[in-house]
């Protein structure tokens, strides 16, 4: 479970993702307001670490940091833009989605990104 405190102008400030809840009508989507996962087609930011046993492994774009930095960067319209992200995680993040969090920051370079885990 992750959840980010946004001030970014036009957007909306809340935002919370969790790693089994990838689209609407899942179990537990009705919960919250979830980022969800975004199709392959429409992603910004690669998901580069493939975890599990061999024969077994799975890509780690469900995961909660990059279904929400996903759907945060989806909306901004100007990579200029000035605002903030405080991004609360349960777990550390995977290498993965520490890469995404790089190419988040250079792709929005005056958006402070902080990442905070339990």
């Not at 005056?110 to 339990?118: P, V």
Request: glycine share 6%; hydrophobic share 35%.
């Amino acid at each position: 479970m992750a959840t980010a405190d946004v001030k970014i102008p036009g957007i909306k400030t809340e935002f919370s993702a969790h790693s089994r809840v990838n689209k609407s009508g899942d179990k537990g989507s009705d919960v919250a307001d979830f980022s969800y996962q975004k199709s392959a087609e429409v992603r910004m930011f690669g998901t580069y670490v493939k975890d599990g046993k061999p024969g077994a492994e799975f890509d780690r774009f469900h995961d909660t940091e990059a279904k929400i930095l996903e759907d945060i960067a989806s909306q901004i319209k100007n990579p200029s833009i000035r605002g903030k992200i405080d991004l609360y995680t349960e777990l550390p993040a995977c290498q993965s989605c520490s890469n995404v969090i790089l190419e988040f920051r250079r792709m929005f370079p005056n958006i402070e990104l902080n990442i905070f885990t339990k």
